[in-house]
Nanobody
Framework: DVQLVESGGGSAQAGGSLRLSCAVS?????MGWFRQAPGKEREGVAA???????SYADSVKGRFTISHDAAKNTVDLQMDSVNVEDGGTYSC???????????????WGQGTQVTVS
């Protein structure tokens, strides 16, 4: 099984930036970041496959960047120009191809909190 540990959550002011990191133990052909705000359903934010192809939710396109550091085996999420609606619990997940935000993800990290004010 793939083990995932997130880090980097915290607080930011609107318009600021945060960087999340997910340490991956094992291998997965598809990695994703998801978020869940209080009272809302979990939504896919970004995904990257083993070839480096990425996909993003419309709400974060142009502001967030997902990347995979093969040397460190981490999957990072750079969040720029954040707004209040970006707040929530962010979790990374490992899944199977096709690597889509609505695809199959079966290993999850514990989550990290992001607050934007």
């Amino acid at each position: 099984d793939v083990q995932l540990v997130e880090s980097g959550g915290g607080s930011a002011q609107a318009g600021g930036s945060l960087r999340l990191s997910c340490a991956v133990s094992g291998h997965s052909d598809c990695m994703g970041w998801f978020r869940q705000a209080p009272g809302k359903e979990r939504e896919g934010v970004a995904a990257v496959d083993s070839n480096g192809a990425t996909s993003y939710a419309d709400s974060v396109k142009g502001r967030f960047t997902i990347s995979h550091d093969a040397a460190k085996n981490t999957v990072d999420l750079q969040m720029d120009s954040v707004n209040v609606e970006d707040g929530g619990t962010y979790s990374c997940a490992a899944g199977s191809p096709p690597c889509e935000l609505h695809g199959q993800f079966n290993s999850w990290g514990q989550g990290t909190q992001v607050t934007v004010s």
